[in-house]
């Protein structure tokens, strides 16, 4: 084999290596009950779906328990319904009232419970979709849903681990990441008021004379220059 056929060669051996691991890592990990979508910001409401996916092939999940943090509490709580489900909302005394639309909380949400009838479970090779509409949003980093996942032969699938960094969880519970409110843009009122005092925005040579100075010194120097030699260049005698 020639030496360029070697080099070829291991280049087809590193890009088939290369084409495996990509495959490797894109295999989907196992499915887990998940909410939707993955964040949402403090202070507002949010529409969240959580998905539950039926894992075994042999039995159908007719029960489906969400608990809501106590320590990231949400002043309202509101369930859409779910065809052939029935819901119910369990809710807790606060230690610490809050605040919503000047009203004062002192107790919320705690836990919500999906049951199926016998015709509504979430069948093998199934999923099952389950809305609620929830806020204002707390400010928090992040809200941790532990979720119990019952099946239709006595089996209990707690989704329930938090995340950690570096780790991946056999059963992690689902995670609503919370994104600070984005800041406010100047009104155009305040912009007017800016203008009517006169103040000017700062620019980006902060003002000074500089970058314009040294393009007219420059030039004058390239022309001295110039003037220069062209006293010094030789002319023709005359006749």
Do not use: C
């Amino acid at each position: 084999m020639t030496i360029g056929a070697r080099a070829r060669w291991r280049a087809a051996v590193v890009t088939v290596a290369a084409a495996a691991m990509i495959g490797l890592s894109a295999v989907p990990a196992a499915a887990h009950v998940t909410v939707n979508p993955k964040e949402a910001t403090v202070g507002g409401y949010a529409r969240l779906t959580f998905r539950v996916p039926n894992e075994k092939d042999n039995a159908s999940t007719v029960k489906v328990e969400v608990a809501l943090p106590e320590d990231a509490p949400f002043a309202s709580v509101s369930i859409k319904p779910t065809p052939g489900w029935t819901v119910v909302v369990e809710k807790r005394k606060l230690a610490t009232p809050i605040k919503n639309h000047d009203t004062e909380i002192t107790e919320a949400a705690s836990k919500i419970t999906w049951t199926a009838d016998a015709a509504s479970a979430v069948k093998p090779g199934q999923f099952q979709e389950f809305d609620v509409s929830a806020g204002p949003v707390p400010e928090v980093s992040q809200v941790v849903f532990k979720a119990l996942q019952t099946y239709s032969d006595g089996d209990v699938v707690r989704w329930i681990d938090e995340p950690k960094p570096g780790e991946e969880a056999e059963h992690p519970a689902p995670v609503l990441k919370v994104v600070p409110k984005p800041a406010a843009a100047a009104s155009p009122a305040a912009v007017a008021g800016n203008s009517a005092s006169g103040a000017t925005p700062a620019s980006s040579d902060d003002g000074n004379g500089w970058p314009l100075g040294l393009s007219i010194a420059a030039l004058v120097v390239a022309l001295a220059a110039l003037g220069l030699a062209l006293r010094g260049k030789p002319t023709a005698a005359q006749p």
